[in-house]
């Protein structure tokens, strides 16, 4: 499985965008790149999936360079219930199971 | 309900106490997770059910851990002779298939205290 290295926390203020950029430098050509939400007391919660370019979704936008070693997670005009931990996942598409690998994530805190 | 449930959300147990934790997921979905995360930390996978079977429980950290699908929803998470190192936040995921890619839908969880 592709490691992964994101920042451990980042701050920000409302209404400006933050952008997490995550590291999977041994990444496969099988492997796709997911990030996940997670608010205090609950599950993490999917936002954003993608294999290569941009995505974009009603939540977030995913940007992943040609060499596919790293992602950015961009969240526009972030409010305070911003406020959680991001984690940015790599699996292997072909894998019966799903099954994911998450790291320590990023602490992002949204100041008013 | 349309998420996934999970009971007790809350479980403080004695060590050397036995537990069960249950996850109800999301109605037709064929893939049941269970993950555990300690604080500060990120989920860590325990197991995989595809249906019936345990498809990969290589997360299980020992034989004290149990767990079971017996009709291919209901799952029950089994821990016997608790330590005060069990204690954690259990959670569960399920999605529509095993196959990636695709996105997993988790529990609030059930947070065990083992004393």
């Known amino acids: 499985l592709a490691k992964t290295t994101q920042p451990i926390s980042m701050d920000s203020y409302e209404g400006q965008e933050v952008n997490i950029t995550c590291s999977h430098n041994n990444i496969a050509t099988n492997d796709y790149i997911t990030w996940y939400q997670q608010f205090p007391s609950q599950g993490p919660r999917f936002i954003i999936q993608?294999?290569?370019t941009k995505v974009t979704n009603e939540v977030a936008s995913l940007f992943i360079p040609a060499d596919r070693k790293s992602s950015t997670l961009s969240l526009p005009r972030v409010s305070l219930s911003d406020t959680a931990v991001y984690y940015c996942?790599?699996?292997?598409?072909?894998?019966?199971?799903?099954?994911?690998?998450f790291g320590g994530g990023t602490r992002v805190l949204v100041k008013p | 309900g349309a998420g996934v449930s999970q009971t007790p959300s809350n479980k403080v147990t004695e060590k050397g106490k036995y537990v069960e934790l249950r996850c109800d997921p999301i109605?037709?979905?064929?893939?049941l997770y269970w993950y555990r995360q300690s604080l500060g930390q990120g989920p860590e996978f325990l197991i995989y059910?595809?249906?019936?079977?345990?498809?990969?429980d290589s997360g299980l950290p020992n034989d004290r851990f149990f767990a079971v699908r017996p009709e291919g929803s209901v799952s029950t998470l089994k821990i016997q002779r608790t330590e005060r190192g069990d204690s954690a936040v259990y959670l569960c995921a399920s999605s529509p298939s095993g196959r990636g890619p695709g996105e997993l839908f988790f529990g609030e969880g059930s947070r065990l205290t083992v004393l």
């Open positions: 996942l790599v699996g292997d598409i072909r894998a019966a199971g799903n099954k994911l690998t």
């Open positions: 059910f595809q249906g019936t079977g345990a498809a990969d």
């Open positions: 109605s037709g979905h064929t893939a």
């Open positions: 993608g294999y290569k």
